[in-house]
């Protein structure tokens, strides 16, 4: 009895988790980061600048926020738990 290991039991719901951060396609994001290719390629030198804004505005609308655990998309970043699996988030996003 004294020494006996009992058995970890799964979690059925909830428990913890992190913030994950995916790209995920979306059309108006990945058409902000081809015009911003394009720029960079053809338009020197002011094509640089434009180019390089329309690049980073382009892959902020292509990330998500997804849970770790049950890799549910999370549209709240300052949310608390997941609203799929109910874990609760033990990383803060940036």
Do not use: Y
Not at 34 to 63: D, E, H, N, S, Y
Request: aromatic share 8%.
């Amino acid at each position: 009895m004294c020494g006996e290991l009992t058995p970890l039991v799964p979690l059925r719901g909830g428990g913890k988790a992190n913030h994950e951060q995916r790209n995920e396609f979306n059309l108006p994001g990945c058409v902000l980061l081809f015009g911003g290719l394009v720029l960079v390629c053809f338009k020197f030198p002011w094509g640089l600048l434009g180019g390089a804004v329309l690049i980073w505005f382009g892959t902020k609308m292509t990330r998500v926020s997804i849970c770790a655990k049950c890799d549910g998309k999370v549209e709240d970043k300052a949310a608390k738990s997941c609203p799929h699996c109910q874990a609760v988030f033990v990383d803060e996003v940036v």
